[in-house]
């Protein structure tokens, strides 16, 4: 099917509460374009050369870039004029530099912490106690061009579902324990960002309410 017949039948399938990433990394602006022209506008890019290249070429009405990758310090600078959403928040130092920038824009800027739950070690992000933690410390609140939206998490690259099951499940109950903690009357801190094409549907029976779809819609990713 082409990107417009993907979009539409994803759009269609989705429940209502769940927002839609097109992850578009490694995929040309035209593909993006006729994502966008079939009512797509929320597009996560993983690189912050690729997605500034984007960013220019792309001025499209409505359009929302997240950003979806590891993110390091030194590059917060060049997307924080116009990013909506940095999903991969996984250090307090990067925090403190997406304030910093989102200073000198004038803007706050919308973050999603990084839960490590996959069993991998070379996944990125904080473990529960380290993000429990840090958000007890109250530190964050002293961070005013930052807004904490959520979690996000990445989940074991395995076919054994139940293992996966359990990590979004784990995600899940952090995400609500915090809300009800931290954020009580904060209608911000809403997001829960896990699934992707393999594992979406599994991800929205574990309380996702944001997915990351890339190769459903786009096909095998163009290096």
């Known amino acids: 099917m082409s990107v417009t017949q993907e979009i539409i039948k994803l759009k269609s399938e989705l429940p209502e509460h769940v927002s839609l990433v097109a992850v578009s990394k490694y995929h040309p602006a035209s593909a993006i374009r006729e994502a966008y022209e079939a009512g797509q506008r929320i597009f996560g890019e993983s690189?912050?050369?690729?997605?500034?290249r984007k960013h220019e070429e792309l001025q499209l009405e409505g359009i929302q870039w997240h950003f979806i990758g590891h993110l390091q310090t030194n590059k917060v600078k060049y997307i924080a004029p116009y990013i909506s959403l940095i999903h991969s928040v996984d250090s307090v130092k990067l925090l403190q530099e997406i304030n910093k920038?989102?200073?000198k824009?004038?803007?706050?800027i919308n973050c999603l912490l990084q839960l490590h739950v996959a069993r991998e070690e070379n996944k990125y992000g904080f473990t529960e106690d380290e993000c429990w933690d840090y958000l007890a410390s109250g530190a964050w609140k002293e961070l005013p061009f930052v807004q904490l939206c959520g979690v996000m998490c990445i989940a074991t690259n395995t076919d054994d579902e139940a293992v996966v099951r359990g990590e979004f499940r784990r995600a899940s109950a952090f995400f609500n324990?915090?809300?009800q903690e931290f954020f009580s009357g904060c209608e911000a801190f809403s997001v829960c960002s896990w699934g992707m094409?393999?594992?979406y549907p599994l991800a929205i029976e574990e309380g996702s309410n944001m997915v990351r779809i890339g190769s459903m819609i786009f096909g095998m990713r163009v290096y």
């Not at 824009?105 to 706050?108: D, I, P, T």
């Open 177 to 179: 324990k915090a809300r």
């Open 47 to 52: 690189q912050v050369q690729e997605l500034q």
């Open 197 to 199: 094409s393999e594992d």
């Open 101 to 103: 920038q989102g200073e």
């Open 105 to 108: 824009c004038g803007r706050k």
